[in-house]
Structures are given as structure tokens and as C-alpha cells.
């Protein structure tokens, strides 16, 4: 039987990777879409390359988006995000891409689903279906198309291109909640790590902060960590990668997110993220860019899909400004009261500022939004194609 052959686009949008299609190309959603994308990825692969597919087997380079023009009065597009795990059969949709975010406005507007001007900045106005949250997205035109070409950088990209600004508004979780315990603290009882002070947050994408210094090497219960370890130095030590797992699941169940660790690990790999949290300190970010501890407010390292993320998430980095503009937090005990809610970060690949304003009202924490700069531009365009049998599930 002759391949399937799908119209989609695969494009970059800030530190990461994807594949978008149009909705009307794509099976209703439900096991059949998942196996069809699953294919187009290359997923599940034992060998852990997603050779065959058009994934790059990390957890920003394998990731799905579907688009579809918005029926909300308020919004131009609605955007669903999936992120297929590597090994396994597994699409997870619970979260946000906050960098691939990024390309949504580029892409509607460039496929012919919003009226734009012809120069300046298009605001795309954006549905995030996953979190059924808005998105305003500032996208900079030239001659009537999307600029790409530009001189904004950001650590984690190597190439200059143009800046696409973001609002992520009210980006508390759907329930309004952004500390789903009411608590800025809470402890954890995580099996082979003891009891843990945690800051569980819903902004951006569901998150737990820890301490870095709070977690134990491989082997060694006394020895934390120093917040500024590398990729290799984490992805390379199985027994700490499991032992953060452990921890994000007993965040997840702790956040209402699964009924059991087993669930959340097996059913959702890609939300909550985890966030370990250090002191500024200098460090060598990957790259060779040497990061100085003035510059920075705080450390953060992500934990996406298992793996340290190379750079950071976007919606990592909003949730890391949410959690230092409320008091009591572990990451405001870090950051401090900053004026102007302008978060100076230090992630694996170098550093980033990103904005949140927050505020109390009647006994609880409200987010207007959070803002943060980013770049995408269109890699490739065409047709995208899969065995036939992959329309079987």
C-alpha cells in the first residue's frame, strides 16, 4: 500500500523542535490520531533515536501540534500541543510547549488563519487547548509576511533570528488555583528520599520546585546537589533520574494531576515539570558561556520527559517568575520581593529574564500574566509521510 502522505509543517520555535498540522488533516482526536502522530515521530523506539520518524529523541525535539481556526470570539486559533514519549506508545496532552508557543502566531498567519498587517506587529491571539488558557502573540511582519530574520538571541538557540513577544494570561491553573494546596510550602513523603519541602505550583504548566541541595548524588544521601550540574552530569546517572521521577510523581499525585504514582509516571511523563531551584552561583552553561551569579536571581533545572532539559521550558521559565512574585515560596525565598516581577534565570544553557505580575486578592494569589521573548522560524514545509497502516492505530 502506498505511504500516507499529510501536509504539515515542521518548525522551530524558541529551544525546541515540532511538527504542526492543520486539525482538518488529522483524524478526529483519539487512539487512532495518537498512533498516526506516533509514526510521524518515530515513537515508540527501544533503540531511543526515533530514527524512522521525524522526531529527534530528546524531549524538545519530539513534540506534535495541531491547529485549527478558534470558535471563540476572544481568539484567532485554538493550539493543542503534544509531546510523544521516546520508548513508549504514550502521546502526553495534558501540558504546554511554552517555546513552540512561539511558532503558533507564525504559522496561522503564514498558513492564511489570520488577517495581519503588512508591516509591524500581528497579534495572534491564541486558545492553548491543553490548559484552556489565551495567548497573545506578537509577531513582527515585513512585506506582508512573517519576519524571520533578525538579530534577537536568547542562550539555548545558536543562530540570531526576529523576537516573538509572549502573554501567557492568567496562566494559573483552569480552576484559577495557582498553589492548588493553598500552600506556598508543603512536604512531601517521597519513598527512598524521605520528606521533602516542595512548592507545588499551576502556572504556565503544573510544576514542583525542590531544593537542588535537598536531593542526594547517586549512592549518597548526604551530598546534595549544587543546582549547576550539567546534561551529562544528570542524564547521565540513572539512579538520580529515578529518584526525581519518584519525586514528580509523588508531586503529581500530591496535586490531584493522577490517583497514583504508577499512573502519573506511566500516563503523564510530561506534566508536572520538575524544577530543582539553587542559590546564583557562576557557572559554565552549556555552549562554553560562562554565566556569573551576579547576573541571576536564581538557578533553575528542569526535569522535561525524564531528561534535563537542555535549555528550559518556556512554560518552566513562566512558572519559575510565578513562583518568585509569591511570598513564601521556595523559589521566593531565593529571588526575594524583585521589583518589577522581572526574573533573572540561570537554566543549562545560559540565562534568561522573564516577567510575572502577581497579586492577592480576598486571601488568594491572582496572575494578570507573564510575559517572556522568544524567536520561531518555518524549518521545513510539505508533506509529511507514514506507512499506510498507521491510519490503523
Given at each position: 500500500m502506498p505511504q500516507l502522505r499529510i501536509p504539515a509543517v515542521y518548525m522551530r520555535g524558541g529551544s525546541s523542535k515540532g511538527v504542526f498540522f492543520h486539525a482538518r488533516d488529522l483524524p478526529p482526536a483519539g487512539p487512532a490520531r495518537d498512533a498516526l502522530l506516533l509514526r510521524v515521530i518515530g515513537s515508540p523506539d527501544p533503540y531511543g533515536k526515533?530514527?524512522?520518524?521525524?522526531?529527534?529523541?530528546?524531549?524538545?525535539?519530539?513534540?506534535?501540534?495541531?491547529?485549527?481556526?478558534?470558535?471563540r470570539p476572544d481568539c484567532d486559533v485554538d493550539y493543542l500541543f503534544g509531546a510523544?514519549?521516546?520508548?513508549?506508545?504514550?502521546?502526553?496532552w495534558s501540558g504546554?510547549?511554552?517555546?513552540?508557543?512561539?511558532?503558533?502566531?507564525?504559522?496561522a498567519i503564514s498558513e492564511g488563519l489570520v488577517q495581519t498587517p503588512r508591516e509591524g506587529l500581528a497579534t495572534v491571539r491564541i486558545w492553548q487547548?491543553?490548559?484552556?488558557?489565551?495567548?497573545?502573540?506578537?509577531?513582527?511582519?515585513?512585506?506582508?509576511?512573517?519576519?524571520?530574520?533578525?538579530d534577537f538571541r536568547f542562550d539555548g538557540v545558536a543562530f540570531p533570528?526576529?523576537?516573538?513577544?509572549?502573554?501567557?494570561?492568567?496562566?494559573?491553573?483552569?480552576?484559577?488555583?495557582?498553589?492548588?494546596?493553598?500552600?506556598?510550602?508543603?512536604?512531601?513523603?517521597v519513598p527512598g528520599l524521605g520528606r521533602l519541602p516542595v512548592t507545588l505550583l499551576n502556572a504556565g504548566n503544573p510544576t514542583v520546585f525542590v531544593r537542588a541541595e535537598t536531593l542526594g548524588l547517586s549512592g549518597t544521601e548526604t551530598l546534595g546537589l549544587s543546582g549547576t550540574e550539567t546534561q551529562a552530569q544528570v542524564n547521565g546517572d540513572t539512579a538520580l533520574l529515578a529518584r526525581l521521577e519518584t519525586l514528580r510523581a509523588a508531586g503529581a499525585v500530591a496535586m490531584g494531576l493522577a490517583a497514583t504514582a504508577a499512573q502519573a509516571t506511566a500516563e503523564r511523563p510530561?506534566?508536572?515539570?520538575?524544577?530543582?531551584?539553587?542559590?546564583?552561583?557562576?557557572?559554565?552553561?552549556?555552549?562554553?558561556?560562562?554565566?556569573?551569579?551576579?547576573e541571576?536571581?536564581?538557578i533553575a533545572r528542569m526535569i522535561s520527559m525524564g531528561k534535563l532539559h537542555h535549555a528550559i521550558p518556556g512554560t518552566g521559565a513562566v512558572a519559575v517568575a510565578v513562583a518568585a512574585a509569591l511570598p513564601g515560596t521556595l523559589v521566593n525565598a531565593?529571588?526575594?520581593?524583585?521589583?518589577?516581577?522581572?526574573?533573572?534565570?540561570?537554566?543549562?544553557?545560559?540565562?534568561?529574564?522573564?516577567?510575572?505580575?502577581?497579586r492577592e486578592v480576598d486571601g488568594s494569589w491572582q496572575v494578570e500574566k507573564a510575559s517572556m521573548s522568544r524567536s520561531a522560524r518555518r524549518l521545513m514545509e510539505g508533506w509529511v509521510r507514514v506507512p499506510a497502516e498507521s491510519r490503523l492505530g
Open positions: 526515533q530514527i524512522d520518524g521525524l522526531g529527534g529523541a530528546t524531549s524538545s525535539t519530539s513534540k506534535v501540534v495541531v491547529i485549527a481556526p478558534s470558535r510523544p514519549a521516546i520508548a513508549v506508545p504514550v502521546i502526553d504546554n510547549c511554552g517555546n513552540l508557543s512561539a511558532a503558533v502566531g507564525p504559522f487547548a491543553n490548559l484552556g488558557k489565551r495567548i497573545l502573540a506578537h509577531v513582527p511582519m515585513l512585506n506582508g509576511e512573517v519576519q524571520e530574520e533578525g533570528a526576529a523576537e516573538v513577544v509572549l502573554d501567557f494570561l492568567d496562566p494559573a491553573g483552569s480552576d484559577g488555583s495557582v498553589l492548588p494546596t493553598g500552600r506556598a510550602v508543603d512536604e512531601l513523603d510530561h506534566t508536572p515539570k520538575l524544577c530543582l531551584i539553587a542559590e546564583p552561583q557562576t557557572y559554565r552553561a552549556a555552549g562554553g558561556k560562562q554565566v556569573q551569579a551576579e541571576l536571581d536564581v531565593v529571588t526575594g520581593d524583585l521589583p518589577g516581577g522581572q526574573v533573572r534565570m540561570g537554566h543549562t544553557a545560559g540565562s534568561l529574564a522573564v516577567g510575572a505580575q502577581a
